[in-house]
């Protein structure tokens, strides 16, 4: 069959009630996650995995990949309106979104947004339609050698999850490798490091990693900050531009499409990146860059536009060869993997039904949230005004519930509080937990391979330096590796010179 066939059967398996339903809660908690502040798209993913245990993978999926690209249309409402982001990629809104407001263009703001969101968000979707099955012949070729090699080089992308330090990156990396070697061992069966626990036979469990890393954590966070008292909203009226702006407001929107979805293409870049990418690119091929700051449509159009492309570019990566290009997309490749699903070469062969049903319901999903933002826009603002001393103790005592219900033991729920405790603090010392959960996925799967592969060329290694794309993606894990030290050393060096200075 081919990919538009494909993706009409994916669109018949999305629009099933129930995948409807899952869908419409999805958008809907990812909005709710993208307005509060102190909840990013990551934690609310994390926090929702227990609540999927008993549902059809499709379903769980569907629901899931709506809370990510929900919060995208969520977090820019109370960067508008308040002046409050509720998630990283909105700070960038914030530039000229909130100035637009204060000159009673709250409106036009959102609805700039909210188009711009739906465009990038479904010519992402189209790429992805396009693109993906082009891949996926290339990828059939990955034996042991190949899968080994691509996951060394998802690795050294996972440094770009890492944030300022490499070092601080390398730190989450091992222990994200350490925490998988907790366990039964993939090939002999040995029991390994389980001190005479027995709930450590089978290792660590993902969920409680997840949701203490990125839920308990973020909500540790929240708080201990002194969040200032939500403004009142000013009142919304006027969803469109004028005639001048329709231009230029366009064109922002095409330039973030295609920017944001190139982003999405590269393992280890947040959404953040081409949102900033994109209001740079904006304010320096303007004719009047003063304009920006002071409530400039592009500064709106075109980071919004970016970071909901992102989203869809994002989804060739973790389908294709299983490396996840954000910390959510690192949260949702945990839920493949507990749903039984493997991301990569062989998931569009093995789960089409799978892959297009997502695929069809990411279409969905926008038009859902094109529709949820541009009348409800009050609403939601009235959301953001409820006092997050009301709403965090349902939040940790809906994350307690999920967590025991995994395997109704305390043994988990203490899992949940070390893992949170442990993010808390790795936060506070600007260690990435990203690469942590990540690597706790992945380490397993290169365990495996690596063995696999030692056992196809009998113990040498080096053997794997023969197969072509093994070791071209070694080869380039290596170059990575080296510019990231080398960029570090410089821009150490550089800050020193500064402090002399």
Request: charged residues 10%; glycine residues 12%.
């Amino acid at each position: 069959m081919d990919a538009f066939s494909l993706l009409m059967s994916g669109f018949e398996t999305a629009l099933s009630w129930d995948n409807l339903l899952f869908c419409l809660i999805g958008v809907s908690v990812g909005m709710l996650v993208g307005i509060l502040p102190g909840l990013g798209p990551s934690a609310g993913t994390a926090l929702l995995i227990p609540m999927t245990f008993g549902m059809d993978p499709i379903s769980a999926i569907v629901m899931l990949a709506g809370i990510f690209y929900g919060s995208m249309y969520g977090g820019t409402i109370t960067t508008v309106l308040v002046n409050v982001p509720g998630e990283a990629a909105s700070v960038i809104t914030s530039m000229d979104g909130y100035p637009m407001a204060k000159q009673g263009r709250a409106g036009v703001a959102l609805g700039l947004s909210a188009i711009g969101s739906f465009i990038g968000g479904v010519v992402a979707i189209i790429g992805v339609t396009l693109v993906a099955p082009q891949l996926v012949q290339f990828a059939l070729s990955f034996g042991p050698p190949e899968f080994f090699a691509l996951i060394v080089f998802g690795m050294t992308m996972v440094v770009g999850l890492a944030g300022k330090s490499i070092i601080r990156g390398m730190i989450a990396v091992l222990i994200g490798l350490i925490l998988a070697v907790f366990g039964m061992a993939p090939s002999s069966g040995v029991v390994r490091f389980s001190f005479g626990i027995t709930h450590l036979i089978d290792g660590f469990n993902f969920v409680t990693i997840a949701m203490g890393l990125f839920g308990l954590s973020e909500i540790l966070l929240g708080l201990e900050q002194q969040l200032k008292k939500p403004e009142k909203p000013p009142v919304v009226k006027g969803l469109l531009p004028n005639r001048k702006e329709w231009r230029p407001s366009g064109m922002s929107i095409g330039r973030g499409t295609f920017l944001g979805f190139f982003m999405g293409l590269i393992p280890g870049t947040s959404s953040v990146v081409p949102a900033l990418l994109s209001y740079s690119l904006e304010k320096r091929i303007a004719k009047d860059p003063s304009r920006f700051g002071k409530g400039a449509v592009e500064g709106v159009a075109g980071p919004e536009t970016a970071n909901n492309a992102f989203t869809g570019g994002a989804l060739i990566p973790l389908f294709l060869l299983g490396i996840p290009s954000s910390a959510t997309m690192a949260v949702l490749l945990g839920a493949f993997i507990l749903h039984g699903l493997q991301p990569g070469p062989t998931l569009f062969v093995r789960h089409p039904d799978f892959v297009w049903a997502v695929i069809a319901s990411m279409f969905i999903g926008n038009l859902l949230l094109l529709f949820m933002n541009l009348p409800m826009a009050k609403i939601w603002a009235k959301v953001a005004s409820v006092p997050f001393k009301l709403l965090f103790p349902i939040i940790i005592a809906i994350s307690i519930v999920g967590t025991y219900s995994i395997s109704n033991s305390l043994w988990d729920v203490g899992g949940l509080l070390f893992f949170g405790l442990l993010g808390y603090l790795f936060k506070k010392a600007e260690i990435p937990v990203a690469p942590i959960a990540l690597m706790f996925i992945l380490g397993v799967m290169m365990e495996e391979s690596l063995l696999q592969t030692l056992t196809l060329y009998k113990g040498d290694f080096w053997l794997i330096f023969t197969r072509p794309i093994a070791g071209t993606l070694l080869g380039l894990s290596f170059i990575a590796i080296t510019i990231s030290i080398i960029a570090g050393i410089k821009n150490k060096k550089d800050n020193l010179e500064d402090a002399e200075v």
